[in-house]
C-alpha cells in the first residue's frame, strides 16, 4: 500500500496527480476545498492605482487578481512572491516578481528590496486569512501596507463515513500544502480513525506547517523545498526510498 493522498485544490491536483503517474505512483486527488473570488477584488485596480509594492502570498492570489484586472497590471509597481509557484503565476500574467529563497514571510522580509520601505504603499494580495507577520514588519519599516482578499477557500462538502474507510485501505502517504487542508483532514476523521491518520508519512512545505503537524500527532514529516509540483515529487520519491532501506 504505497498510494499518495493529494488535497490541494482540482487543477493543482489533477496536474500534480499526472507528474506522479510518470514515475509509477499512484495517487488519489481528493481537493478539500474550492478556490473562490474574494470579497475585496473589486478595489484592487483602486489599491493598485496609488501602489508602490505588491506582494503576492499564494498563486491563487495572483490568477485570482489577475482575472479581475484582465491581465493589465500597472507598469509602475514593484511585484514580490513569496515563492517560486507565485512567481511563476506572476510570469504567465506577464509580470516579472521577485521571490526570496526561503519560501516564507520570513524569507521576504529578508529581501534588500523590502528593507527600506518607508512611505511606501505596500498591497499584499492574499487570501481571506493569513499570517500577519509580513505586514506588521513592513509597517513597523515605515510602510503603508493594505490587504486585498482576493479568493477564499470554500470547503466541499465530502461523506467522510464513506471516504476515510476507503483511504485506511489505500493511503500511506500525505502531501499538505496548507494549515486548512490539514485541519479539515484531521477534522474528517473521527476518534478512532486519528492514530491511522498520524502514521502516514507527511509531505509538507514548511516548518511552520510541519511543527502544527507535529503538535497534532504526526511522526514522519519531511518539508519540501517548495511548494510545487517538482519539489513535492522530489520529497515524496525521498520518503519512499527511505522507507524501501528500512
Known amino acids: 500500500m504505497t498510494k499518495v493522498l493529494l488535497t490541494r485544490p482540482e487543477q493543482e491536483c489533477q496536474a500534480l ?13 481528493q481537493p478539500l476545498f474550492a478556490i473562490i473570488p474574494g470579497r475585496q477584488l473589486s478595489s484592487l485596480a483602486e489599491q493598485l492605482a496609488v501602489a508602490d509594492i505588491v506582494i503576492a502570498v499564494s498563486k491563487h492570489a495572483v490568477s485570482m487578481a489577475s482575472r479581475q484586472l484582465n491581465q493589465q497590471w500597472p507598469s509602475h509597481i514593484r511585484c514580490f512572491a513569496v515563492g517560486q509557484a507565485t512567481q511563476q503565476a506572476w510570469q504567465q500574467a506577464g509580470v516579472e516578481a521577485i521571490a526570496p529563497q526561503l519560501e516564507t514571510s520570513e524569507g521576504l ?14 498591497v499584499i494580495l492574499r487570501g481571506q486569512r493569513g499570517r500577519e507577520l509580513l505586514a506588521e514588519q513592513l509597517h513597523q519599516r515605515g510602510a503603508d501596507v493594505s490587504y486585498c482578499e482576493c479568493y477564499q477557500r470554500e470547503a466541499i462538502t465530502l461523506n467522510s463515513s464513506q471516504l476515510v474507510p476507503y483511504w485506511q485501505q489505500q493511503i500511506s502517504y500525505l502531501i499538505i500544502t496548507s494549515g486548512e487542508q490539514l485541519n479539515r483532514l484531521q477534522a474528517l476523521c473521527d476518534e478512532s480513525q486519528l492514530p491511522w491518520l498520524y502514521s502516514n508519512t507527511l509531505i509538507t512545505v514548511s516548518q511552520r506547517l510541519a511543527d502544527l503537524a507535529r503538535t497534532m500527532g504526526f ?10 509540483n517538482q519539489a513535492l515529487k522530489a520529497t515524496l520519491l525521498t520518503a519512499m526510498n527511505k522507507a524501501k532501506s528500512r
Open 109 to 122: 522580509l529578508a529581501l534588500p528590496q523590502l528593507a527600506n520601505v518607508a512611505e511606501q504603499r505596500i
Open 17 to 29: 496527480q499526472q507528474l506522479l503517474a510518470a514515475d509509477n505512483i499512484e495517487a488519489m486527488c
Open 219 to 228: 511522526k514522519q514529516i519531511l518539508v519540501s523545498a517548495s511548494a510545487n
